[in-house]
Structure formats: structure tokens, C-alpha cells
């Protein structure tokens, strides 16, 4: 099956088409600048890469048809009519309460998205847009699935994902953990049971998706039952300029001293926070590196400060769920900074880790990088959400 998935921001819209059944990527690029100028990126293995180039796009009705142009072009191309497209998969960020799986879109999904909006005020209105969009230039009879970030969460039990608030904030507001990152973590696990040759029903599991946004997620029998994002994207771990957790009451005191308001706060807390805060160096773990080992001492805190808090979060984990069979490593930091994955796992020897220096040299490429008699495996796997919504997709059509 040929799903196109779609992944809308407010003003860009990445896209990938994929063969469910030989898993390939057909093409793939990037919308930009929608409803300003209008950018437009296309890529496809063989063919010339279009490379931003400008294209009038008002909205994303204009940056679905570019795509469609490009994808049915008839040098450039690689699909002869826009009929070959069997169904379109998009990436929604929140699907609250409502959605505990990926979903077929009707009228009824449409009206239970908009209802999310208020969880998701920044994101959801771009993915809907997204939808709507096709719809527009595709016509309503190709089907159309929403992949949430959150639904693989939604197994969550009470005690994890209930904050410690009056209860009617949760009843009436919605105010609970959520997590993110969803389709990342069900993606690597599932990959982790089969690199493990395991039914994942069996296994203990503590993804770790270290990117610019960092969360981890413990995964029993297959269902996440604990993650360290909440009721938004912001908390959890330090992350590339985010804060992840802190005490509550810090707020109020810097407000107060810095005559700021909550906007001007989260601001901070969501863009100028995290290990680009600390070490005033970078939110890039490649910067930090490189200035951590010219003698930088906040670029090694930050760092330090990082490994130590994905640390905690495996410990956690490891007793929530009595027990760990494999750690997994998956996003821009998990993949590729061997350093990082070291410092993280070094001292977990008493829980039976023991990491494979040798092995772990290696860079985004699925790999066993612990010991051969490590108890726990600790595994590198890259992280693929548009193949996980590309195989949703298919599965539901
Ligand atoms: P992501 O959000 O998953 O795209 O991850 C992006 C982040 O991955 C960047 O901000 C970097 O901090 C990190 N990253 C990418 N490549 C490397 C690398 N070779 N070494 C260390 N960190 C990296």
C-alpha cells in the first residue's frame, strides 16, 4: 500500500511517501514558509532533489498540491496518477482522552479533534489544518488516519498519569499526564522485541527518545505505563532549551523578582531553559561536546546534568515495573552520542547493565550495544514515526 504521511505545523508541512510493504521511502520533503512565501523541498532516491524552491503558498491547500505536482511530476515523479495513493497518514500531537489508538477520520473524528484543541492550543490547529487540506485537494474519498503522539500512553494507569492537584482539575479540566513522542516509543519497542526475538508481551522495556525533545517511557507487555513528559511536552527530562521538571514555586519568585508574566516565563522555561540554559553554549549535544572538552564547565554540567537525569528516570522506571529485560536509545542524541550513552549507563552495573564500549561506537544504525553477558540489553534503534503512521495507516485502511 502507498500511504503519504503528513506532519503540519502552523506554517510548514513535512511529507513522506511510503510502500507499506517494502517499507521504502518513495519521496519525501518539506513545505515551508506557508502562508508567507511558500518554500518547497522534494527528494526522491534516483531523481533531482528540488531544493526550496519558490512556490506561492497562501495555505496548505496550495502545499498539498505542490507535493501531489511533485510526486506525479513526469521526470520527477514517482507515482503515475494520484490515485496510487492508497490513503494519508497524519501525524496529530494530542489526542487527549478521546484517542487511546490511531483512528480512521470521519466527521465525528473531525469534530473530537477540534475538541482537543485547548491541550494542544500550538500544534493541533496546524495538523487539522493539515487534514482539511487534503481533503480539499484530494477529494473525500481517499482515507485519511490521525496517529496521535499521545494515544500510546493512554494505557497509562491512574497512578502515573494523576497529578497531585484537586481532583476536580483533572474531572472537569483535563489536567493529567499525557506524555508524547507516542508513535517514537511504540515504533522502538516493537523493534526492540524483534531484534530481542521476544514476543513484546513479555518484556520489561525503558525507551529513551533523546533528541532536541527528550522523554522516556516504560513499556510492559507492550503498553507504556509510565513516561517522564506530562501534561505538556515540558516536562520530564532537562531537554535541548526546555526545563523539564522543576518546583512550581520558582515560578512566582522569578516573576516577581524579574517582572515578568507567565507568558514571558514559559517562554523561558520552553526556549531558553534546558542544557542551551545551563551552559549558554548551545541546545546542539554536538556543541556541548566540543566545548565541554575545551574546558567549558557549564557545557560538562549541562551534559553531566543531562546523563544524570535520563539515569534517575531508568532506575525509576526499572522499579515501576519491577524489572528491566532492555534500554533503548533512539532520536538525534540517543543515536548518535555514544558519549551520552555511556555516561548514562555507567554505574547501572548493579541492575545489571554492562555496556559494550566497543559496540556502542556506533552511530544510527540498529545495534546491541551492551555486553554479551550484560542481563539487561541495552540497545541503539533508530526512531521511525513516519513508518509507524505509514503501517498505522495501512492496518486501519
Ligand atoms: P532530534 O530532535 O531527534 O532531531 O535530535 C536533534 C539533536 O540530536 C541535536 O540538537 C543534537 O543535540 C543531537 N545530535 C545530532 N547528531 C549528533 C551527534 N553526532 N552527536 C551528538 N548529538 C547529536
Request: some cysteine; charged content about 20%; hydrophobic content about 45%.
Amino acid at each position: 500500500m502507498k500511504v503519504l504521511v503528513i506532519n503540519a505545523g502552523s506554517s510548514s508541512l513535512k511529507y513522506q511517501l511510503l510502500d507499506t510493504d517494502s517499507q521504502a521511502v518513495l519521496a519525501k520533503g518539506l513545505c515551508e514558509r506557508i502562508g508567507i512565501d511558500g518554500k518547497f523541498t522534494y527528494k526522491a532516491p534516483g531523481k533531482a532533489t528540488v531544493d526550496a524552491v519558490d512556490i506561492a503558498m497562501p495555505t496548505h491547500s496550495e502545499a498539498i498540491q505542490a507535493v501531489l505536482d511533485a510526486l506525479v511530476d513526469p521526470a520527477n515523479g514517482v507515482i503515475a496518477s494520484m490515485k496510487e495513493i492508497d490513503a494519508v497518514g497524519h501525524r496529530v500531537v494530542h489526542g487527549g482522552e478521546t484517542f487511546a489508538s490511531s483512528v480512521k477520520i470521519d466527521s465525528k473524528v473531525m469534530a473530537a479533534l477540534e475538541e482537543c484543541i485547548p491541550l494542544a492550543p500550538l500544534h493541533n490547529p496546524a495538523n487539522i489544518t493539515g487534514i482539511k487540506a487534503c481533503t480539499a485537494v484530494m477529494g473525500p474519498d481517499v482515507p485519511q488516519v490521525a496517529v496521535f503522539d499521545t494515544a500510546f500512553h493512554q494505557t497509562m494507569p491512574p497512578v502515573a498519569y494523576t497529578y497531585a492537584l484537586p481532583y476536580e482539575y483533572y474531572e472537569q479540566d483535563k489536567v493529567r499526564r499525557y506524555g508524547f513522542h507516542g508513535t517514537s516509543h511504540k515504533y522502538v519497542t516493537q523493534r526492540a522485541a524483534d531484534m530481542l526475538g521476544k514476543p513484546i508481551e513479555s518484556l520489561k522495556l525503558i525507551s529513551c527518545h533523546l533528541g532536541n525533545g527528550s522523554s522516556i517511557a516504560a513499556v510492559a507487555g507492550a503498553k507504556s505505563v509510565d513516561t517522564s513528559m506530562g501534561f505538556t511536552p515540558l516536562a520530564g527530562l532537562p531537554m535541548g532549551t526546555r526545563s523539564g521538571d522543576l518546583d512550581a514555586g520558582i515560578l512566582e519568585y522569578l516573576m516577581n523578582k524579574h517582572g515578568m508574566d507567565i507568558k514571558e516565563m514559559l517562554n523561558i522555561l520552553n526556549k531558553k531553559s534546558g542544557v542551551q540554559g545551563v551552559s549558554g553554549v548551545s541546545s546542539d549535544f554536538r556543541d556541548l561536546g566540543s566545548a565541554a572538552e575545551q574546558g567549558n564547565g557549564r557545557a560538562a554540567l549541562a551534559l553531566g546534568m543531562f546523563s544524570y537525569g535520563v539515569k534517575k528516570y531508568i532506575g525509576a522506571y526499572a522499579a515501576a515495573m519491577g524489572g528491566v529485560d532492555a534500554i533503548i536509545f533512539t532520536a538525534g542524541v540517543g543515536e548518535n552520542d555514544a558519549d551520552q550513552r555511556m555516561a548514562i549507563a555507567s554505574g547501572l552495573e548493579y541492575m545489571g547493565v554492562k555496556m559494550d564500549p566497543d559496540a556502542n561506537n556506533v552511530r544510527g544504525k540498529e545495534a546491541i550495544i551492551s555486553a554479551i553477558d550484560s542481563k539487561v540489553k541495552v540497545l541503539l534503534i533508530p526512531t521511525n514515526e513516519e513508518l509507524m503512521i505509514a503501517l498505522d495507516t495501512a492496518a486501519l485502511v
